[in-house]
């Protein structure tokens, strides 16, 4: 977190030794036919075990690192294994499970954000049509500085497109300086006349916006689990220091000030995390398809509120640690990363706007 250096190769061996890549994609085929720890077969692993992978990478308190952790992979790799053909799936999979490769999903434009519609990176048929050629940019782009691969949005002659792009001619990384550890790789991407293959289409040729809004629900709700146990473990810290910290000769927990942030902070732990697990729930008995149709609202609304939730938390969390809350070193170090960083839940994969308003859009559709 500190060094803002990438992760080891050793460290993603080890991940890929026991399919830990493979787990934080959720349940599916990938998984079908492997033994994972604790000897649960691939087949009956679900978005339970999931949930508990996530919240536990958020437990270390280390939100540039985690998303160091190959969480473009966990974004960027979905597009493919759904929609590409089958030769160029079999291939990307075996790669990036492996951890020989990286990928990452580059959408974000310094134009287009959440507003998925106006990305302005083009891609241009041949006139024999076996390729595109690409230009333009992307921001903010998690782990595009050490990625192999780029799934990415683009548009096309009559609409957007996802084009898995390869590292390569044409293409440019840089890094940019975020409020949180280089460890994310988080990039500013230049596409410069790149040639790419007709059959790295995913999905239909200008029908991609179907493509990146599927892979949305999934990432959402990635953030949620990170972002719930985040404001959970912050808590927790709170609990220890208040027990242990003595203010005017008594502990600070005996403060009733402090008690009552405190029980602020259950209250909001408690009522998330049962959302959450509502809703996992729920992906548990359906399909993909039904999920985006059914869950994307919901989990847009638990996102926004659980963002919210931890902007309250981390405000509570610095004034109940003091000093220690504004310190990278000590007993304080958890809060003030946290303190720092939890905004970035509130920004990527949607702002809050953007999905509370998606949310009450997509609950009008259903009134009778």
């Not at 934080?24 to 604790?38: A, E, F, K, Q, T």
């Not at 005996?254 to 602020?264: P, S």
């Not at 638990?302 to 220690?324: C, E, F, P, W, Y």
Request: charged content about 20%.
């Amino acid at each position: 977190e500190e060094s803002g250096k990438r992760i080891t190769d050793e460290l993603m061996q080890k991940m890929a030794s026991i399919h830990m890549h493979r787990m934080r994609l959720g349940p599916g085929p990938h998984l079908h036919g492997l033994s994972l720890p604790g000897g649960i077969p691939g087949e009956a692993f679900d978005y339970f075990h999931e949930m508990i992978l996530h919240s536990e990478t958020a437990r270390t308190g280390t939100r540039g690192y985690a998303d160091g952790l190959v969480s473009g992979m966990l974004i960027g790799l979905p597009p493919v294994l759904n929609f590409a053909q089958p030769s160029l799936k079999a291939r990307l999979a075996d790669e990036i499970f492996t951890g020989k490769k990286f990928i990452c999903l580059a959408i974000s434009e310094a134009f287009a954000g959440s507003d998925v519609a106006g990305l302005r990176c083009t891609a241009t048929k041949t006139p024999d049509g076996k390729h595109f050629i690409v230009n333009g940019t992307k921001k903010w782009i998690t782990n595009g500085t050490f990625a192999d691969y780029f799934s990415t949005g683009v548009r096309t002659s009559a609409g957007l497109s996802m084009l898995l792009i390869p590292r390569g001619d044409g293409v440019e990384t840089r890094p940019i300086k975020t409020s949180y550890s280089p460890t994310a790789g988080t990039a500013y991407v230049v596409f410069d006349n790149v040639k790419v293959p007709a059959e790295n289409l995913l999905g239909q040729e200008n029908k991609g916006l179907q493509v990146i809004l599927s892979n949305f629900n999934h990432e959402r709700w990635m953030m949620c689990c990170g972002a719930i146990r985040g404001g959970r473990a912050a808590l927790e810290e709170c609990l220890k220091w208040a027990s242990q910290r003595k203010v005017f000769g008594k502990p600070l927990i005996e403060q009733a000030v402090i008690r009552n942030k405190l029980a602020q902070m259950i209250s909001l732990c408690e009522a998330h995390q049962a959302w959450l697990e509502q809703i996992t729930h729920q992906m548990t008995r359906m399909s993909y398809k039904e999920q985006a149709t059914h869950l994307a609202g919901p989990i847009g609304l638990l996102k926004a509120s659980a963002t919210r939730m931890n902007h309250k938390i981390a405000d509570h969390a610095v004034q109940i640690m003091g000093g220690r809350s504004l310190t990278k070193t000590g007993m304080g170090s958890f809060i003030e990363n946290f303190a720092r960083a939890h905004k970035y839940d509130a920004i990527l994969g949607g702002a809050e706007e953007v999905l509370m308003d998606l949310g009450v859009r997509q609950a009008m559709k259903s009134m009778p």
